[in-house]
């Protein structure tokens, strides 16, 4: 990813962080130079001082067989905003788009037994929705162990984390702040958010 060393969002519990909210990722990867992506909510962990992100594919899905024998991007990006020339203070601007955006590189292990993958999705139901765990929990064990052979789970050892945070950090501090005010003031939550982080960096 092309980040300009302004842009750069170094700090990499912050980058955790980021991934964790915006979980929801897209995974890549490329057999004979054709790519191909699925959707997916991602689980993020830390362990030893290494960053582990895993999930589960359909076991129908044909990506699913292909991770093995490929590099691995995952990109986790969500809150972004159009930037109106008319928060600066020259006439002669054009506009951009503000946005932060983590690519992370890795190497894929598919999930092998029953038990990895049912402690897969208990992590994830406990992460995404806690109260369901007791629901799932009560579901008769046949149907569980049916739901487990329909998916492929796997995990991917992050070798390259890459982060940029482009949030105006080239403007002049009243530009900065007019963007500030005017997307604190959006009906777009993206938006919003882009503001909040943006006056984050003022702090």
Known sequence: MYIPSFNAFPDKQEVISFMRKYSFGT???????????????FLVEVKDDQVIISSHFAKANPQSKDILNSDILVIFTEPHAY????????????PTWNYIAVHAYGKARLLETEQEHLNLLEHTIKTYE??????WMQLPYEYRS????????????????????????????????NIINSLGKSESESEREIAAYMASLKK
């Open 27 to 41: 995974i890549v990867t490329s057999v004979n130079n054709v790519p191909f992506a699925t959707h997916l909510p």
């Open 83 to 94: 930037i109106s020339p008319k928060n600066y203070e020259k006439e002669a601007n054009v």
């Open 130 to 135: 806690a109260d369901y765990f007791k629901q």
């Open 146 to 177: 049916k739901m487990i052979k329909g998916i492929t789970g796997f995990e991917i050892v992050v070798t390259d984390l890459q982060a940029k945070s482009k949030l105006s950090q080239n403007r002049s501090e009243t530009e900065k702040q």
